[in-house]
């Protein structure tokens, strides 16, 4: 059998954000694919006394770091329409000039399924790079069956090919394509009767996400898209009160859904029910700052509450083009106000929680040994600076690799 023995780390085993123990000294050993045992040095069994140990050097060891929300998967560029804002366009002068999601949805209908895979590959490498072991990925730049089937393909050939695990979200309704243009209801139909069933018969789906928002998708149309995701047994969450107060984060809850994303307009009512369902606040930092808000998600009541927060990358072309886990991790903490245990519980713990996952996101016997080793002294360190990559070594269940840097 195949024994690991880590040592010489400090290890942040990261129970929740009030749980944050730090042992000195510590060990964790790795059979095959999970973490066997954790402890002090002079605890250590016999058993692993002599099996093959690699040295910490003294680093900190925490638990992979875990991307619960990204559009990783698009072609075309967006950066003619961040230099048209920058000249003074209006959003509606580059939506009318065929800007917007709807143009990324052009280019990725386009895109062959290995371009596509190429773009993304890129972009998931610059994650792993950072010390992330799991992310989500979305589709939604296809809303039509085809492009939305090539982009899951894509997501779980990712998964198949690179040292991390994979979490597939449809999100046909993301926004309304052109082909169904006044005709909203009818578009969800379609998404309901035809795009779901299809990509569910590939196994493309992990779970089911809708953007409900004014210029997205109403909270009935929402409800219908729940209550087919239900009807198939599947997991929901909501990009929910992002521009204005829908009330979707209520009814992501009372559909059990896994997560709320975004969130700067949630209500009082909305994290009630949050906090009654442990729904997960999946907190966005890069497109509250790409799209400069000042609107910020409700911290202190959630915190009250005690919902757990997640933090991640929104990774998409048009409102957080950033595929820099740790510069996150440094925004939660500047532009939120978290504490740096909330942030990084924000993107393991925790954001194993939002996307359903039981077997990973902590340091401790059983886990998947999916671990990130550290040239630091203090977790704080991770979300203090960035643009120095401090990721010395990871391991992807129990497959050890080195960072590109
Ligand atoms: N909310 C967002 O911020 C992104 N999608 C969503 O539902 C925007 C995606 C894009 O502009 O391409
Ligand atoms: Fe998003």
Not at 275 to 296: Q, S
Request: glycine share 8%; charged share 20%.
């Amino acid at each position: 059998m195949s024994i690991q023995v880590i040592h010489n780390v400090r290890v942040a085993a990261i129970a929740d954000a009030s749980d944050f123990a730090l042992t000195d000294d510590a060990v964790v050993v790795i059979e095959q694919q999970n973490i066997a045992w954790v402890g002090p040095i002079h605890q250590l069994p016999d058993t692993y006394q002599h099996a093959e140990r690699f040295d910490g050097g003294g680093g900190v060891l925490t638990p992979g770091l875990i991307d619960c929300h990204t559009h990783l998967v698009w072609a075309g560029s967006r950066a003619n329409e961040f230099s048209m804002r920058l000249h003074g366009a209006s959003y509606e002068e580059i939506a009318a000039a065929g800007g917007g999601i709807l143009s990324t949805v052009k280019a990725t209908r386009a895109a062959s399924e290995d371009e596509l895979f190429d773009l993304a590959l890129v972009r998931a490498k610059a994650l792993i790079d950072q010390g992330v072991t799991e992310i989500e990925i979305k589709s939604g730049y296809g809303l039509e069956l085809e492009t939305e089937l090539k982009q899951l393909r894509v997501a779980r050939r990712l998964g198949e090919t690179l040292p991390l695990k994979v979490h597939t979200t449809f999100l046909a309704a993301h926004a309304l394509p052109i082909e169904y243009k006044d005709d909203a209801d009818g578009y969800i139909d379609y998404v309901c009767e035809r795009m779901l069933p299809a990509a569910l018969k590939e196994g493309l789906v992990d779970a089911v996400d809708v953007f409900c928002e004014r210029i997205g998708f109403s909270r009935a149309q929402t409800e219908k898209v729940f209550m087919t995701a239900k009807s198939f047994n599947l997991p929901v969450k909501l990009h929910a009160e992002q521009l204005s107060d829908q009330d979707g984060a209520k009814l992501v809850a009372d559909y059990q859904g896994l997560s709320a994303d975004h969130l700067e307009y949630l209500s009082d009512a909305g994290i009630a029910a949050m906090a009654k369902a442990g729904t997960v606040a999946v907190l966005l930092p890069g497109a509250f700052y790409f799209l400069r808000e000042t609107k910020y998600p409700p911290i202190t009541q959630l915190r009250e509450a005690g919902v757990p927060i997640a933090i991640a990358t929104d990774a998409n072309p048009g409102s957080s083009p950033i595929h820099q886990a740790q510069l996150m991790l440094h925004m939660a903490c500047t532009l939120f106000r978290l504490t740096p245990e909330e942030a990084l519980a924000g993107m393991t713990v925790n954001a194993a929680k939002a996307l359903g996952s039981q077997t990973s996101g902590q340091i401790k016997a059983g886990m998947q040994a999916n671990l990130a080793l550290w040239d630091i002294h203090q977790p704080a360190e991770l979300c203090y600076q960035f643009g120095v990559n401090p990721l010395q070594a990871r391991w992807f269940q129990g497959r050890f690799s080195r960072p590109n840097k």
